[in-house]
């Protein structure tokens, strides 16, 4: 089945980061990566740096899915949630502020929020499915 709006179980999996596999395209190829989904403010966000392949492919091609395990006590049928979505690279210094302070992985990797590598992705939900 087909649904438009995220479930509440789908933003209780999503209380701290959590890795998934996102799809994007490159000249009609999927590529596919694992990457670190974090939910905050009911919002999606993919961390990364500027020059990465999967900005330059979301650039030409915003349509994306990915993956997320929902859990083992998730029935068999319903273990994994496919989501389709829109991608947008954001330069938003007050979320970067906020996911610098909330999220420890992230500051592995940027201590500043103006920090010219640090880029996010917001993916914005448009379908999904329980695979």
Not at 36 to 50: A, D, N, P, Q
Not at 87 to 113: G, H, M, T, W
């Amino acid at each position: 089945m087909i649904r438009k709006s995220l479930p509440e179980i789908f933003w209780k999996r999503l209380s701290d980061p959590r890795v998934i596999f996102l799809a994007t395209s490159d000249k009609n190829q999927p590529k596919i990566r694992p990457v670190t989904l974090i939910g905050f403010e009911r919002r999606l966000f993919v961390h990364s740096y500027k020059e990465t392949a999967k900005i330059k492919q979301m650039k030409k091609n915003p349509r994306v899915e990915f993956c997320l395990f929902m859990g083992k006590s998730a029935p068999l049928d319903k273990r994994c949630a496919r989501v389709r979505c829109s991608a947008k690279v954001i330069d938003d210094k007050e979320i970067k502020v906020k996911l610098l302070e909330q999220i420890d992985f992230i500051k592995c990797y940027n201590q500043s929020p103006d920090d010219p590598d640090y880029f996010l992705i917001e993916l914005k939900p448009l379908k999904w499915w329980l695979t």
